[in-house]
């Protein structure tokens, strides 16, 4: 089946600096990607829509200018959360589509102290 | 968008038993109806999905049904294994756009 990975796995940074996290489909090519939050013991979060080629759709109440997102090439999306701060430490799992089914990269942990 | 409920949020079961997990969505246009199974602190992964044309789909111990009227589909699981426990979540999707997902339900299932 098709594969998707991410990098880091697991980052903690300093409040205030800003963290690049790094979606790729490695077996195939994703003109969509989609990245979601998860908090501890609760569900996904569809944070935004990676468009190749073009602007993110972002969800209703993110921020675009906090979370960065840019997709230059058909295998790979990032997201760039900008001045983090304590309350941004979450678990960021990006996705990318094959005809229906959605298949999950294995999630950045982001710790910001 | 969308909105997708969850319940039950916890379920415990004894091995042997079955387990069955509701989910409602509020877009009629919503046409795919994936289920994911998350242990902690892994990826999702895909366990059965059905879509708006079919009303159930079955896989050895897993089963989905789909009411497309009342806009509910809801995950049975039979002869539930100690391997079962994990975190479910369901989630509606208009055909390859984004994924919007229930709240989850964490099961349990005890020797």
């Known amino acids: 089946g098709a594969v998707v990975s991410q990098h880091p796995s697991w980052v903690i940074c300093k409040s205030g600096t800003s963290v690049k996290i790094e979606c790729r489909s490695l077996?195939?090519?994703?003109?969509?990607m989609f990245w979601y939050r998860q908090f501890p013991k609760q569900s996904l979060m569809l944070m935004a829509t990676?468009?190749?080629?073009?602007?993110?759709?972002?969800e209703q109440g993110v921020e675009k200018d906090k979370f960065l997102i840019n997709h230059a090439s058909l295998t790979l999306s990032t997201l760039t959360v900008t001045s983090a701060h304590p309350e941004d430490s979450s678990f960021y799992i990006c996705?990318?589509?094959?005809?229906?089914?959605?298949?999950f990269g294995p999630g950045t942990r982001l710790t910001v102290l | 968008g969308e909105n997708v409920e969850q319940h039950p949020s916890t379920l415990s079961v004894q091995e042997g038993d079955s387990a069955v997990i509701k989910c409602t969505y509020s877009?009629?246009?919503?046409?795919?109806f994936p289920w994911y199974k998350q242990e902690l602190g892994k990826r999702p992964q895909l366990i059965i999905d059905?879509?708006?044309?079919?009303g159930e789909k079955k896989d050895q111990r897993i089963a989905v049904t789909l009411n497309k009227t009342a806009k509910h589909f809801s995950l049975h699981i039979t002869e539930t294994q100690p391997e079962d426990s994990a975190v479910y979540f369901c989630?509606?999707?208009?055909?390859?756009?984004?994924?919007?997902f229930g709240t989850g339900t964490s099961l349990t299932v005890i020797p």
């Open positions: 996705s990318a589509p094959v005809g229906d089914t959605q298949y």
């Open positions: 077996d195939f090519q994703a003109t969509t």
């Open positions: 990676s468009n190749e080629g073009s602007k993110a759709t972002y």
């Open positions: 877009d009629s246009a919503s046409n795919y």
């Open positions: 059905i879509r708006s044309n079919v």
């Open positions: 989630a509606a999707s208009y055909t390859g756009n984004q994924f919007y």
